[in-house]
């Protein structure tokens, strides 16, 4: 009978061994990666959002407008812009 139980008791230290460092992994991802990477996500959106800003037609239209023919003054937006 002693020999029937001793492969229940590893099967089921094993699966306690597993349960246990799955948790240690899940309390991990949840402490470290997690907060990483929701701020990284939010620091990408803020940078397509002023880069959206930064490449709208409509100030290229008004700095060209405000070089009022000055052909440095054009390039200058188009570099910009």
């Known amino acids: ?8 008791r590893w099967l089921t230290s094993s699966i306690i ?3 246990i460092f799955a948790g240690i992994l899940v309390v991990l991802y949840l402490v470290l990666l997690k907060p990483a990477i929701d701020s990284g996500e ?14 709208s037609p409509k100030r290229l239209a ?6 009022d023919g000055d052909i440095d003054k054009m390039k200058r937006c188009a570099r910009l812009f």
């Open 1 to 8: 009978m002693a020999l029937l139980l001793a492969p229940l």
């Open 17 to 19: 061994r597993l349960a």
């Open 42 to 55: 939010k620091k990408v959106r803020h940078t397509l959002h002023s880069l959206e800003q930064k490449a």
């Open 62 to 67: 008004h700095c060209i407008e405000r070089a």
